[in-house]
């Protein structure tokens, strides 16, 4: 069965323009049917792999918003800052924590009093 359907199309790949004998044709010729095939499959795996990084990334901070108790890289962590700054902070007397033995712990209720005063 053949068509007569002739219709102008512009290549997904080379961006040059031909003539499409069917309706779902994407690509001038094999050579660059294959490559967008790839093209496309390697976009994929990049975007899936971006998107497991965010939820790896993500992860440890939904598990740290969870906690009532934090150490001071887990503060700083859920803050944005760094550990120096919440030594200054506790050094000043703005942030109140505890100390158990060598580890410093800030109760998840003073850091957000902290941002209420």
Do not use: W
């Not at 790949?13 to 001038?28: D, G, L, P």
């Not at 800030?106 to 209420?116: G, M, Q, Y």
């Amino acid at each position: 069965m053949s068509s007569n359907i002739h219709i102008k199309r512009i290549c997904k790949f080379c961006n040059k323009e031909f003539t499409a004998r069917t309706t779902v044709t994407q690509c001038c010729s094999d050579h660059c049917s294959k490559r967008y095939y790839k093209l496309k499959k390697k976009k994929e795996k990049i975007d899936k792999s971006n998107q497991e990084t965010l939820e790896v990334l993500s992860q440890p901070l939904e598990l740290i918003k969870a906690k009532e108790f934090l150490s001071v890289m887990e503060a700083a962590k859920l803050l944005g800052v760094s550990q120096r700054t919440l030594y200054r902070l506790m050094g000043n007397g703005e942030l109140k924590f505890a100390k158990i033995g060598k580890r410093t712990i800030i109760k998840r209720t003073e850091i957000d009093n902290f941002f209420n005063k």
